[in-house]
Nanobody, 118 residues
Framework: VQLQASGGGLVQAGGSLRLSCAVS????????MGWFRQAPGKEREVVAR???????SYADSVRGRFTIFRDNTKNTVFLQMNSLKPEDTAVYYC?????????????WGQGTQVTVSS
């Protein structure tokens, strides 16, 4: 299974970015998907999760600003990030699991850098 994350970049505070994660190698619709992030000097944290369909959950720090959604026809999960803040700066990772999990995901993408300037 391979996960390819993309869409990171440099944006000003208040701006938006959309991250994408394309999954290949196994049936995407069977996976529970998640987005995580890790800022310098901090532990990796879960940002958002989605089940095999449309049920989602979010970290308190991003709820109302970020939206996770998936397109099973394109084998891709997305993270729409609005109203970005400098504290959102981190490397963002997508992950896939064949079973429901909070942080114990089996497959990981390579990460994409998001930098939010003040």
């Amino acid at each position: 299974v391979q996960l390819q994350a993309s869409g990171g970049g440099l944006v000003q505070a208040g701006g938006s970015l959309r991250l994408s994660c394309a999954v290949s190698g196994r049936s995407f619709s069977n996976f529970f998907m998640g987005w995580f992030r890790q800022a310098p000097g901090k532990e990796r944290e879960v940002v958002a999760r989605i089940n095999r369909s449309t049920v989602t959950s979010y970290a308190d720090s991003v709820r109302g600003r970020f939206t996770i959604f998936r397109d099973n026809t394109k084998n891709t999960v997305f993270l729409q990030m609005n109203s970005l803040k400098p504290e959102d700066t981190a490397v963002y990772y997508c992950a896939a699991s064949e079973t429901p999990s909070y942080t114990n995901y089996r497959y990981w993408g390579q990460g994409t850098q998001v930098t939010v300037s003040s």
